[in-house]
């Protein structure tokens, strides 16, 4: 579908940009829900002809959030169903009933030291009618033998933020930080294998800054959205002048398993350990670049949550040694150490 100039600027008058700012709130979402480039859950793709373009690449879609989110909402549309809103990842629009207004009360239980993540996907919350996954943070309100109580952020008629008492399934969620052990960011990295892929958030999905950030929420690790930024959140070791063999072998010298980042422009990936004297790496990619016929570019599409070398694709000729992950690779970065 193309969309022509009376699109955006229905879409302009309904953001009502002139006002800006017309509101200034703290929030939290109350459900798994997304922050948009403009007041509309209509995508935007551009020429799906093109490699690496076209679903899932909306270029609307700025990044999903989980339920229990804190927000500084800053502007409503001009029919009041939509919100501009602030997070700690980046900004953007969500539906006005994705979100409620907090108080003091609600704001400092989040403040007050005492959370809780969830370690694993699609867990149900009945009390607030939701279900949320990996990545989600909430209040903690008691432990005992039997699990962990949480609070969970509900909207009233009023817009206002409750918080309601919730029982996660045993071995769901823990306390955080969660201890940095490989073996336990192996079980919640679990989760995603083979979960497809999906830009900015979109459809619930994962893309691979998203799949990383994630990761590391249990272990007390918040890192930014984008896979450049998170390639700055801790010891970065340049490998961009390296030759690929010395890259790979000081990834497996200095890099540590389940605690290292792997960036190269535009992805980035966890160094999980060595296999034959070579790195490999949990990351979510779309796809490898190839060359097909008359040299025209195109992708190898993976398009899910996977476990592979920097040399993906090394045995199919159109993606050849020209297109190895590993000549891209520019950075590693050490979040953690024993």
Not at 63 to 77: D, I, M
């Given at each position: ?26 929030a ?46 800053t ?62 943070i ?129 992805h ?33 599409v993976l ?30 970065t ?5």
């Amino acid at each position: 579908m193309r969309y022509g100039p009376d699109s955006a600027a229905g879409l302009h008058a309904a953001a009502d940009l002139r006002g800006y700012p017309n509101f200034l709130r703290k929030a939290v979402t109350v459900k798994n829900t997304s922050l948009r480039g403009m007041p509309t859950p209509e995508p935007r793709f551009a020429n799906p002809s093109l490699p690496g373009e076209g679903y899932p690449f909306d270029y609307l879609q700025h990044t999903a959030l989980p339920p229990g989110t804190p927000l500084l909402v800053t502007h409503a549309s001009r029919d009041g169903s939509w919100f501009l809103a602030e997070s700690a990842l980046t900004f953007g629009w969500l539906p006005a009933t994705d979100v409620a207004f907090v108080d003091e009360g609600v704001a400092g239980a989040f403040f007050s030291g005492r959370l809780a993540a969830l370690i694993r996907e699609h867990v149900s919350l009945p009390e607030a009618g939701i279900t949320a996954g990996v990545g989600t943070i909430l209040p903690l309100d008691a432990q005992s033998g039997g699990g962990l109580t949480v609070l969970v952020p509900v909207r009233e008629a009023s817009g206002a933020a409750r918080l309601v008492p919730a029982h996660p399934a045993p071995g769901t969620a823990v306390v955080m930080p969660m201890p940095m052990t490989p073996r336990n960011v192996a079980a919640v990295g679990n989760q995603f294998m083979g979960q497809p892929y999906g830009w900015g958030g979109l459809d619930g999905k994962r893309d691979c800054s998203a799949l990383t950030h994630d990761l590391f929420v249990p272990f007390g690790i918040y890192l930014p959205r984008n896979s450049g930024s998170q390639a700055a959140a801790g010891a970065e070791i340049p490998l961009g002048d390296l030759p690929n063999e010395q890259k790979e072998s000081a990834i497996v010298s200095q890099g540590i398993p389940f605690a290292t980042l792997i960036w190269m422009k535009g992805h980035i990936m966890v160094y999980i350990g060595q296999w034959k004297g070579r790195p490999l790496v949990f990351h979510a990619p779309w796809g490898l670049h190839t060359f097909g016929d008359g040299g025209r570019d195109g992708r190898l599409v993976l398009g899910r949550v996977v476990v592979t070398s920097l040399r993906p694709g090394e045995e199919v000729p159109a993606v050849g040694p020209q297109h190895l992950l590993i000549n891209r690779v520019r950075a590693m970065t050490i979040l953690a150490r024993p």
